[in-house]
């Protein structure tokens, strides 16, 4: 089976760090990413990850390990514009299907 | 510019009609996607397709129809069959492979069953 698993809300504060993290259990492993999703829009590409390890892309890394399915997002120096739902997908099978786990609903407060 | 164009970006339908929401793409890409979101929700697959004239079920087809005639082009019927069809519908497409594959979305079709 497939199943992507991410926590459903965090809070966090302006100017703050924060980590949400993403568990992933597919039949094949392509590549991972993770997309940011303002209310009633299209989700924006944040990051991709295939290898294991850290990759950093100015306020916002990516994290991955392989062989335990786990991901995280890390976005650090917290705007108010990053309140957002944030979405962990993943690349499987043999048919590159791309399945997106239910989101992360992120609210930044002062 | 290239990118993911869908149309139209509201869609009334009465209930027990047919109708179906264009996704075109001028990226060359060969893999596209359909996504339904609803309010609060994660994006579930509907069904994609990795090559012209071949296409896959995805976890919610039932109700669905597609077609992959053109490299460019991913038709999305909403059928009469799907029961509840009220929701935020989104198209996808990537290049086939490689490193950096990212998914492309464009604005999505809000449909309204009336």
């Known amino acids: 089976g497939q199943n992507i698993d991410q926590p459903t809300e965090m809070t966090a504060t302006e100017g703050a760090i924060v980590q949400i993290n993403c568990t992933y259990q597919?039949?094949?492993?392509?590549?991972l990413f993770w997309y940011q999703q303002h209310a009633g829009e299209a989700p924006t590409f944040l990051s991709y990850?295939?290898?294991?390890g850290l990759e950093e892309k100015g306020r916002f890394s990516s994290f991955l390990s392989r062989s335990k399915g786990y991901s995280y997002l890390l976005l650090k120096e917290l705007q108010m514009k990053d309140s957002a739902s944030y979405l962990c997908?993943?690349?499987?099978?043999?048919?590159?299907?791309?399945?997106f786990g239910a989101g992360t609903r992120l609210a930044v407060h002062p | 510019d290239g990118g993911i164009t869908q149309s139209p970006k509201y869609l009334f339908r009465k209930e027990g009609q047919n109708v179906t929401l264009s996704c075109e793409q001028n990226?060359?890409?060969?893999?596209m996607y359909w996504y339904r979101q609803d309010p609060g929700q994660g994006l579930r697959l509907i069904y994609y397709?990795?090559?012209?004239?071949?296409?896959q079920k995805g976890d919610i087809a039932e109700g669905y129809s597609v077609s992959r005639e053109k490299k460019e082009s991913f038709p999305l019927t909403v059928t009469s069959a799907q029961k509840n069809p009220t929701a935020f519908y989104l198209c996808a497409s990537t290049a086939q492979g490689g490193a950096k594959d990212e998914a492309f979305f464009g604005q999505g079709t809000r449909l309204t069953v009336v």
């Open positions: 397709s990795q090559i012209v004239n071949d296409f």
């Open positions: 990850n295939v290898l294991d």
């Open positions: 597919t039949s094949g492993f392509n590549g």
């Open positions: 997908a993943v690349f499987s099978g043999g048919y590159n299907k791309l399945i």
């Open positions: 990226l060359n890409h060969d893999a």
